[in-house]
């Protein structure tokens, strides 16, 4: 018996789509041609409809994670990105289903679904298959400037720029960084922005680096470990940018324990401001970055794909603010 999806697949129309031209939605606006290549098809392909006019309920929307179930829970930034996801299919009655990137049977989880958010850092190549399994995609959290492909990202560049230069309008020109390394589809090295902005600020700047760049994993036990690396170098920072607030926390205990203050000694900053931020001690001052938006944006641009005849793909980046708290301060004279 023929399908939604073969229909789609027939006509050249989206599942989400058909299923409304089928159902007589009198608030799709396509053109008179399409509705009739989509009936034309479904007539060639001997479909029958089961039941009545359908609900928004009759959209599917998949999320797909590239990492493991157990990686997302120790994250609290891919766990807002989901929230947000989630929380939009609630408010708008759509049916959401998940899977994670390292599951054996994923496909065929995602299947039957009329739109994927795909969340993380997945190859091109690993991109382009999913295309090609549904069209009706896009990529949150995915930097990368292949034409083809929609993607909506947190601005980490300027984040950092306006971290960096914060820390400069404190006084600070011996800024160590902290960052984390991560793999397209955990194969090949990701150029990260917060990296590339903080070695052209200090270098922009006149400022030297040297044995103050580390980079490791996005977590505290990461952070804590490239902190006291720092500490046991010829030259002691003043103040420290981390690439998130895990990795800050972790320096921060480091700090610590080698009877520094936080921000008397040394400043620190950081990004993302998750939940534990505001409750570290001294307050972190950090950037936040809007992950749990950006899961409403991706799932809203999938289902509102469903009304469009043609997917222009789109490249959409979401700003950072800076919350400012207690971790930093003016240098010491």
């Given at each position: ?133 549904n069209s009706n995609i ?56 917060r990296r590339k902005a ?90 936040r970055a809007p992950a ?42």
């Amino acid at each position: 018996m023929a399908t939604i999806r073969d229909i789609a697949k027939e006509s050249g129309v989206s599942p989400a789509s058909v299923s409304r031209i089928l159902n007589n939605d009198s608030t799709l606006q396509v053109t008179d041609e399409t509705r009739k290549r989509v009936v034309a098809a479904a007539k060639k392909l001997g479909y029958v409809k089961k039941g009545g006019v359908k609900s928004k309920a009759a959209f599917k929307l998949g999320i797909l994670q590239w990492f493991s179930a157990e990686q997302e829970l120790d994250d609290d930034y891919y766990l807002r990105v989901r929230r947000g996801i989630e929380n939009f299919g609630i408010k708008n009655a759509i049916s959401v289903v998940r899977a994670y990137r390292t599951d054996m049977d994923y496909l065929e989880t995602l299947k039957d679904c009329d739109g994927l958010v795909c969340v993380g850092k997945f190859s091109k190549q690993d991109a382009d298959a999913l295309i090609a399994f549904n069209s009706n995609i896009v990529f949150l959290d995915m930097l990368t400037e292949y034409s083809d492909i929609t993607t909506i990202t947190i601005d980490l560049y300027n984040a950092a720029m306006e971290a960096l230069n914060y820390l400069k309008s404190l006084g600070h020109s011996s800024i160590c960084y902290l960052g984390g390394v991560e793999y397209a589809s955990g194969q090949d090295i990701i150029e990260d922005d917060r990296r590339k902005a903080y070695v052209k600020f200090m270098k922009s700047n006149k400022f030297s680096y040297n044995g103050l760049l580390k980079e490791d994993e996005f977590n505290s036990e990461s952070g804590y470990s490239m902190m006291k690396e720092v500490l046991k170098g010829k030259v002691i920072p003043t103040a420290v940018f981390a690439a998130s607030d895990a990795i800050a926390i972790g320096a921060m205990r480091a700090i610590r324990e080698h009877k520094l203050k936080i921000p008397r000694d040394i400043s620190i900053i950081s990004i993302n401001d998750d939940e534990v931020s505001a409750f570290t001690d001294p307050p972190l001052t950090t950037m936040r970055a809007p992950a749990y938006d950006m899961g409403e944006h991706g799932a809203n641009i999938v289902y509102m794909a469903g009304n469009l005849e043609k997917k222009t793909p789109m490249k959409i980046k979401i700003p950072c603010t800076m919350v400012v708290r207690r971790s930093c301060a003016e240098r010491k004279k």
